[in-house]
C-alpha cells in the first residue's frame, strides 16, 4: 500500500509508465466487485433500454481519434466522467445509479461498445490513481476472438463478471467477431487516494480537454511545451473549483 504522501502518475506529462502496479487486479481483495456481479443484469437492462430509447446517445471515443482501428469503432455512452455527470443518463438508470453510489470512490462510469472486427490500439491510461473495472454485459465470443491484453497478459471476457486492471499500464482490446461487444467500464480511486479524488478527477479532466483542443485545433499542435502546460493548468484549476458545485446541484 502507497502512503498517503505517494504522488500518482499522470500520462499527459508523465511519460511512459514505469510504476509498479500489476496488470491485473485480484478481485478478491476489493469486495466492492459483489456489488457489481450480483445486480449485473439490473445494470445491463437500464444500460440497454437507455440505449434503444435513443441509440444516437452513443458516440465514438472523442478524446483521441486515433484510438480505434477501424476510426470511430469504439463508442461509449456514459453515465458519469471523472465525476462530471450526465444528468439525463443518470435519470433514465436510477437503480445503476444507487448502485454505483455503494461502490468506494466511484469517479467514472460508462457504457463501452466495441463494434465487429475492430481493435483498441495499444495505449497508456491518464493515471495510476484508480483501478479500472471492466464488467461484460454481452460479450460475443471468448478468446481469442473477442479479448484483452494488459501488458503481457491476456484475458476475456465474461458476462456478469469483473475484471480490473491498471489503466496506466499499456493495454488493448479486440472484437475480431461479426458482433458487437458490450462492458460497462468504471474508475474506482484507490484507497490511498481518496483524499484527493477531486484534484485527481480535475487533473484527468483538465488532460482530456488538452487533448481535445490539440487534436481539434493544428496551431496549438505548432506551439511550446509551455503553452500547452499553461492552458493545462488554468483547466485544472477550473476543474477544482467546479467539480464540488457540479455534484452539489
Not at 193 to 217: E, F, P, T, W
Request: charged residues 25%; proline residues 6%.
Amino acid at each position: 500500500m502507497f502512503s498517503r504522501s505517494t504522488q500518482p502518475w499522470y500520462s499527459i506529462f508523465g511519460g511512459r509508465y514505469t510504476g509498479d502496479h500489476p496488470s491485473f487486479y485480484d478481485k478478491a481483495d476489493q469486495p466492492w466487485t459483489k456489488i457489481l456481479e450480483e445486480n449485473w443484469l439490473v445494470i445491463r437492462d437500464e444500460l440497454f433500454e437507455l440505449l434503444e430509447e435513443n441509440p444516437e446517445r452513443l458516440q465514438p471515443y472523442k478524446i483521441n481519434h486515433a484510438m480505434a482501428f477501424p476510426p470511430q469503432q469504439w463508442k461509449t455512452m456514459g453515465l458519469m466522467f471523472w465525476r462530471l455527470k450526465n444528468r439525463h443518463n443518470c435519470k433514465r438508470c436510477p437503480e445503476t445509479i444507487k448502485l454505483l453510489k455503494a461502490l468506494p470512490g466511484c469517479t467514472s462510469a460508462s457504457l463501452s461498445i466495441l463494434e465487429p472486427q475492430s481493435n483498441i490500439n495499444p495505449h497508456q491510461g491518464d493515471t495510476d490513481a484508480v483501478i479500472r473495472c471492466h464488467m461484460g454485459l454481452k460479450i460475443p465470443a471468448p478468446l481469442p476472438d473477442c479479448g484483452f491484453q494488459v501488458r503481457d497478459k491476456i484475458k476475456g471476457w465474461q458476462e456478469g463478471v469483473t475484471l480490473l486492471f491498471c489503466d496506466a499500464q499499456t493495454h488493448t482490446a479486440w472484437n475480431h467477431t461479426d458482433l458487437r461487444r458490450y462492458v460497462m467500464i468504471l474508475d474506482i480511486i484507490r484507497p490511498e487516494y481518496q483524499h484527493r479524488k477531486n484534484d485527481i478527477c480535475a487533473h484527468v479532466l483538465a488532460s482530456a480537454m488538452i487533448q481535445m483542443l490539440y487534436q481539434k485545433y493544428e496551431f496549438l499542435r505548432r506551439r511550446k511545451r509551455y503553452v500547452k502546460k499553461s492552458i493545462y493548468h488554468v483547466l485544472r484549476v477550473g476543474f477544482a473549483v467546479y467539480l464540488p458545485i457540479h455534484n452539489l446541484l
